[in-house]
T-cell receptor, first 112, second 114 residues
Framework: DAGITQSPRHKVTETGTPVTLRCHQT?????MYWYRQDPGHGLRLIHY???????DKGEVSDGYSVSRSKTEDFLLTLESATSSQTSVYFC???????????FGPGTRLLVL | RKEVEQDPGPFNVPEGATVAFNCTYS??????FFWYRQDCRKEPKLLMS???SGNEDGRFTAQLNRASQYISLLIRDSKLSDSATYLC???????????????FGKGTHLIIQP
C-alpha cells in the first residue's frame, strides 16, 4: 500500500469552528488531492496540489482552503465548518506525469 | 459537465458466477480510464487501468468501447471477497489541462452470495 496517512481519522465538531485535516505521504509524489465523498455522489475534488506551495481549486472548493509547505504534507482547512461539510474526506497522491491516484484511509467528519 | 454514469445496483450474484457491468462517459475526448474498488468504509483502491485493446488481470477483464463511450468490467468465477463497490473513473483532462481531470462514477455495488 502507498504510504499515505490522514489525521484525524474521525472528528466531531460544531458549526462555525475551524477544522484542519492533514494528509501525510512518504512516497515523495508531486501531486496531492483532497476529495469528499457523500452518499449519492461520486468522489468530488476539493483542491489539489502540483508541488510545494502550488495549489489549485477543484469542483467543490467553496468553504475550503489548502496549504502545502512540504512535499509530504497537504492540509485541508474548513475555515468555518457547516453541516453541509459533514462528509468523508479522502486524500490522494499521484506521481508526476501519471494519472493513477492512490488514496489515504479517509477522515470522517461530522459537523453538528 | 463531464459525466460518468454507472448502474448503482446492487448486483446480487451467486459465488462462482460471472458478472459484468458497464460505465458510460459523456466526454468523447476522454483520454484514460480506470476501475477502482472500494470496500465498505474504506478508501478506493485501483483495480485496473483500462486500455483501448482491452486488458485482463486474472479473473478480471476490462474493455473500452470508444465509439459507444462505455467501459466494461467482467469478473469471472466470482468470490465472496469480490463483494465491494466498483468505481468507474475517467480522465477528462483537456490539452494543457491540469491534474483535476479525473471524474469518478458513483459506483456499482456488488454482492457475492454464498
Amino acid at each position: 500500500d502507498a504510504g499515505i496517512t490522514q489525521s484525524p481519522r474521525h472528528k466531531v465538531t460544531e458549526t462555525g469552528t475551524p477544522v484542519t485535516l492533514r494528509c501525510h505521504q512518504t512516497e515523495n509524489h508531486r501531486y496531492m488531492y483532497w476529495y469528499r465523498q457523500d452518499p449519492g455522489h461520486g468522489l468530488r475534488l476539493i483542491h489539489y496540489s502540483y508541488g510545494v506551495k502550488d495549489t489549485d481549486k477543484g469542483e467543490v472548493s467553496d468553504g475550503y482552503s489548502v496549504s502545502r509547505s512540504k512535499t509530504e504534507d497537504f492540509l485541508l482547512t474548513l475555515e468555518s465548518a457547516t453541516s453541509s461539510q459533514t462528509s468523508v474526506y479522502f486524500c490522494a497522491i499521484s506521481q508526476q506525469g501519471t494519472e493513477t491516484q492512490y488514496f489515504g484511509p479517509g477522515t470522517r467528519l461530522l459537523v453538528l | 459537465r463531464k459525466e460518468v454514469e454507472q448502474d448503482p445496483g446492487p448486483f446480487n450474484v451467486p459465488e462462482g458466477a460471472t458478472v459484468a457491468f458497464n460505465c458510460t462517459y459523456s466526454n468523447s475526448a476522454s483520454q484514460s480510464f480506470f476501475w477502482y474498488r472500494q470496500d465498505c468504509r474504506k478508501e478506493p483502491k485501483l483495480l485496473m487501468s483500462v486500455y483501448s485493446s482491452g486488458n485482463e488481470d486474472g479473473r478480471f477483464t476490462a474493455q473500452l468501447n470508444r465509439a459507444s463511450q462505455y467501459i466494461s468490467l467482467l469478473i469471472r468465477d466470482s468470490k465472496l471477497s469480490d463483494s465491494a463497490t466498483y468505481l468507474c473513473v475517467v480522465n477528462n483532462r483537456t490539452v494543457g489541462g491540469g491534474a483535476d481531470g479525473l471524474t469518478f462514477g458513483k459506483g456499482t455495488h456488488l454482492i457475492i452470495q454464498p
